[in-house]
């Protein structure tokens, strides 16, 4: 069995390999393609995954492979690699390095191990079950924020959201902000990345898949924040894919409260 250290070791290989994969492509020509979904991909997008699951059938053919781009292998396997090979596709597309390559391994079904990596900016974080995040190897940390007035929100799109929980994102915005609301939007990965650096204090998302979310709980979760659905419960194989993440682990109480109107 590969201890912490060798799997962190390789999550850093796979980040490398897909940034190479990728930044051939950055501003540059590319055929994109929309899927069934009618999200988009590039070929960008499929190359750093197939680099990656290269790395990942020499490296460990025993576990199993769950990707955006080509779907799943060994979907029996007690331990589960979660790629998203570029995170954030429509600001690739539109030249904006706030994508990401997402790496995730989970244990029958949750997480034990992220990374983030943002291949322009040459920027990484990983963080792992019991150990502290790193961000090019320093420790980050998330910020405390002593409540949800004045807390810094983000969210990829509002246009995401459902009427309700449109309804339940406002009152968010309406306790933090006040009469001059001005969240962050777009970033997707790159919104939980600055969290963990302590940039951003709240991020609210919906309709997120496996591939979207498995990579993202160590990384916040080793530099002191949180993250769960929006009943406040641990995120895993299974969940709905309705994600909170939170700098400051106190503030959840407060922010369930808001979003459900309590």
């Not at 390999?17 to 540059?28: C, K, S, T």
């Not at 690699?81 to 029958?108: K, Y």
């Not at 951003?200 to 979760?221: N, P, Q, R, Y």
Request: proline residues 5%.
């Amino acid at each position: 069995m590969p201890t912490m250290d060798d799997d962190i070791a390789l999550a850093h290989r796979l980040a490398a390999a897909a940034g190479e994969a990728i930044r051939p492509y950055f501003r540059a020509a590319f055929v994109q393609e929309t899927k069934a979904d009618s999200s988009a991909v590039t070929e960008a997008d499929r190359a750093a995954e197939q680099a990656m699951r290269d790395i990942l059938e020499r490296e460990r053919p025993e576990d199993g492979i769950v990707g955006e781009e080509f779907g799943s292998v060994r979907e029996g396997a007690s331990r589960q690699w979660v790629l998203d090979p570029i995170d954030g596709t429509q600001s690739f597309i539109a030249g904006r390095p706030i994508f990401g390559t997402l790496i995730g391994l989970m244990q029958q079904g949750w997480p034990l191990l992220g990374a983030i990596d943002q291949p322009i900016a040459c920027e990484r974080w990983i963080g792992a079950t019991g150990r502290a995040t790193l961000f090019n190897g320093a420790p980050a940390k998330t910020r405390r924020c002593k409540s949800i007035e004045g807390a810094t929100v983000a969210t990829t799109s509002p246009h995401c959201f459902s009427d309700d929980e449109a309804d339940a994102y406002l009152r968010l915005l309406a306790a933090a902000y006040g009469k001059h609301p001005w969240p962050l939007y777009g970033g997707d990965c790159y919104n939980y990345a600055l969290l963990a650096s302590g940039h951003v204090d709240i991020v609210v998302e919906t309709g997120l898949k496996l591939h979207d979310f498995a990579a993202l709980v160590a990384v916040v979760e080793g530099a002191g924040g949180q993250m769960c659905d929006w009943r406040g419960d641990p995120l895993s194989a299974t969940s709905d894919g309705r994600v909170i993440a939170l700098g400051e682990p106190a503030r959840l109480d407060d922010v369930l409260e808001v979003l459900h109107g309590h």
